[in-house]
């Protein structure tokens, strides 16, 4: 069975915190996905990676950093946690083809208090 | 920018009837996917369709896509309670982009 794996389902950050999201997929997919998900907002890309140590600019970079050292693996970093990025965070991976679909993980929802 | 817009943002039915979402888009793209979220999950991927094509069926599923008028509709056919969910559109961008870009969703109620 196919998966998308987030390390955490539910994370409580302090404003200021340096913060890891990690996505790990088994599938040997080319790219990667980092969105936001916020009610009324529907899904908004952050970062995406489309080859180890590659990366590019979603819709909503700002306060993000990403890295990708290995295929499987694509971490989120928000450098200084602040309330706003309060949010639910979906990784997802799909093949490099393009006719192909994305598979997601399961979500973290990230509260900073 | 969102590059997906879905319509209506809710939508509340019985049970046994059909439900219909739009989605709307803003550039060539090269397919468009229609994904389903359960309340707090992640997203499950339902259909693709692709630019040179017109329809899809899967199931109880029906995906149009009217590429000149940037549309697509997704119909669920005798609904269930247990299609209550979040539906999302997705579009993958024509040229060498490989962008998933997601819309807003629609909020889809079953009633039994």
């Known amino acids: 069975d196919v998966k998308v794996t987030q390390s955490s389902r539910y994370l409580v950050k302090r404003t200021g915190e340096k913060v890891f999201l990690e996505c790990v997929q088994d599938m040997d997919h080319e790219n990667m996905f980092w969105y936001r998900q916020d009610p009324g907002l529907g899904l908004r890309l952050i970062y995406f990676?489309?080859?180890?140590?590659?990366?590019e600019k979603g819709d909503i970079p700002e306060g993000y950093s990403v890295s990708r050292e290995k295929k499987e693996r694509f971490s989120l970093i928000l450098e200084s946690a602040s309330t706003n990025q309060t949010s639910m965070y979906l990784c997802a991976s799909s093949p490099s083809d393009r006719g192909q679909h994305a598979f997601f993980g399961q979500g973290t929802r990230l509260t900073v208090v | 920018s969102q590059q997906g817009e879905e319509d209506p943002q809710a939508l509340s039915i019985q049970e046994g009837e059909n439900a219909t979402m739009n989605c709307s888009y803003k550039t060539s793209i090269n397919n468009l996917q229609w994904y389903r979220q359960n309340s707090g999950r992640g997203l499950v991927h339902l259909i693709l369709i692709r630019s040179n094509e017109r329809e899809k069926h899967s199931g109880r599923l029906r995906v149009t896509l009217d590429t000149s008028k940037k549309s697509s509709s997704l119909l669920i056919t005798a609904s269930r309670a247990a299609d209550t969910a979040s539906y999302f559109c997705?579009?993958?961008?024509?040229?060498?982009?490989?962008?998933?870009?997601f819309g807003s969703g629609t909020r889809l109620l079953v009633r039994p």
């Open positions: 990676s489309y080859d180890v140590k590659m990366k």
């Open positions: 997705a579009t993958a961008p024509g040229g060498g982009s490989y962008k998933l870009i």
